[in-house]
């Protein structure tokens, strides 16, 4: 059985803290996104990988990064997180797709973050 | 910047009667995918349609992609309280990864 895992189902943090939300995958996907999910707005994507140490900015990547050191593996990092980060936070993966089509992503069980 | 609208946004149905949600994008698309989400989950990949005009079905949902490529449905016969989620498109290209806004779908027993 295909499987995401996040590191934590709940998190709660201080503003100006750094934050570590940590992703794993076990498909050997080549894919991995970090999405932020708000309601009324659906899911929006932060940053996605497509190969180890490969990165590339979404539609929100303002006071995000990521690092991808393994293919399993990829990480999402606040730098000094704020209360507007407040959210839930879902990892997928995926294969690579063919040309400019994508695969299906599959999602982890989700972060969700408080900053206080 | 491509934009993808997603309608309604709250659906309340009794349980029998029939839903559609429907995904609009500003600009033609190479494939679409449909995710549902229960409450208190994450999303789960449903279908994905490639071919200008294509209909496939999976038991009591039926899935539809435009002629023209630029929009897409997803009909439910008979909900049933099992179907209660929200349901999402995304369309995607090289690079780009797109979810919609979603559609709450509330079944009332």
């Known amino acids: 059985d295909v499987k995401v895992t996040q590191s934590s189902r709940y998190l709660v943090k201080r503003t100006g803290e750094k934050v570590f939300l940590e992703c794993v995958q076990d498909?050997?996907?080549?894919?991995m996104f970090w999405y932020r999910q708000d309601p009324g707005l659906g899911l929006r994507l932060i940053y996605f990988s497509y190969d180890v140490k490969m990165k590339e900015k979404g539609d929100i990547p303002e006071g995000y990064s990521v690092s991808r050191e393994k293919k399993e593996r990829f990480s999402l990092i606040l730098e000094s997180a704020s209360t507007n980060q407040t959210s839930m936070y879902l990892c997928?993966?995926?294969?690579?797709?063919?040309?400019?089509?994508?695969?299906?992503?599959?999602f982890g069980p989700g972060t969700r973050l408080t900053v206080t | 910047g491509q934009q993808v609208m997603q309608i309604p946004q709250y659906q309340h149905v009794q349980e029998g009667e029939d839903f559609t949600t429907y995904c609009n994008s500003s600009?033609?698309?190479?494939?679409i995918q449909w995710y549902k989400q229960r409450p208190g989950g994450h999303p789960v990949f449903l279908i994905q349609l490639v071919k200008s005009g294509e209909v496939k079905k999976q038991k009591r949902l039926t899935f539809q992609f435009g002629e023209a490529k630029k929009n897409s449905s997803l009909h439910i016969t008979a909900t049933q309280t099992t179907d209660v989620g929200t349901y999402f498109c995304f369309i995607s290209g090289t690079y780009k990864y797109i979810f919609g806004t979603g559609t709450r779908l509330k079944v009332l027993a």
């Open positions: 600009t033609t698309l190479s494939n």
């Open positions: 498909m050997d996907h080549e894919n």
């Open positions: 997928a993966s995926s294969s690579p797709g063919i040309w400019d089509r994508s695969e299906e992503q599959y």
